[in-house]
């Protein structure tokens, strides 16, 4: 909940990332929300404001179909507000090094949206979910290859640099005249 709403105000990407990562949190704990929040071990009015927030979000995945997997609405608008951003900054003249990072990623990016059989559903929905399965990856210790490893880091300065124009962006610090 504390890590989710600094990670929401300082990198939107992180953000993303980490809520993907409690989607299926509450998915592998069956949405036993007393079970998962017995795991912490900090003072019971944080637990009681974790087993909340936890309850509140496990809510909105059932009202919204995705108990066994996809995301909620609100993470999805944000990977298309982001998506939009990402067009918006291409098009401008002045953001030569986002058109580059976006350069330098597009052919991985191409390779993971024609093996997602059309699931990914543009660019920046194809880093995200190259990042998560990538984070997956590691977290079961995998074997990952090295042009995945190269992929992976440039996917990481694409949505770095997105993030922190989104953030310019949501401050009213970022002109988007074309």
């Not at 990670?7 to 704990?29: G, T, V």
């Not at 059309?118 to 979910?129: G, L, M, Q, S, Y």
């Not at 210790?141 to 990481?156: D, G």
Request: charged share 30%; proline share 1%.
């Amino acid at each position: 909940m504390l890590t989710a709403k600094q990670k929401r105000k300082e990198n939107i990407a992180e953000y993303i990332l980490y809520m993907w990562q409690l989607e299926d949190i509450l998915r592998a704990y069956n949405f036993n929300i007393n079970k998962l929040v017995e795991q912490f071990s900090y003072p019971q009015h944080i637990k009681s404001d974790l087993h909340q927030w936890y309850s509140e979000m496990a809510l909105a995945m059932k009202n919204e179909g995705v108990e066994k997997s996809g995301h909620l609405m609100q993470l999805k608008e944000l990977v298309q507000d982001l998506s939009t951003l990402n067009i918006q900054l291409l098009q401008k003249k002045d953001e030569k090094e986002y058109y580059e990072l976006f350069n330098d990623a597009l052919p991985y990016i191409s390779d993971l949206i024609n093996k997602s059989d059309n699931k990914v559903k543009n660019e920046i929905d194809a880093c995200f979910t190259g990042l998560y399965g990538y984070m997956m990856l590691k977290m079961q210790n995998k074997e990952i290859s090295e042009e995945t490893h190269k992929a992976m880091k440039i996917f990481s300065k694409l949505l770095a640099r997105l993030s922190f124009k989104f953030h310019e962006y949501e401050k009213g610090e970022l002109d988007l005249d074309l």
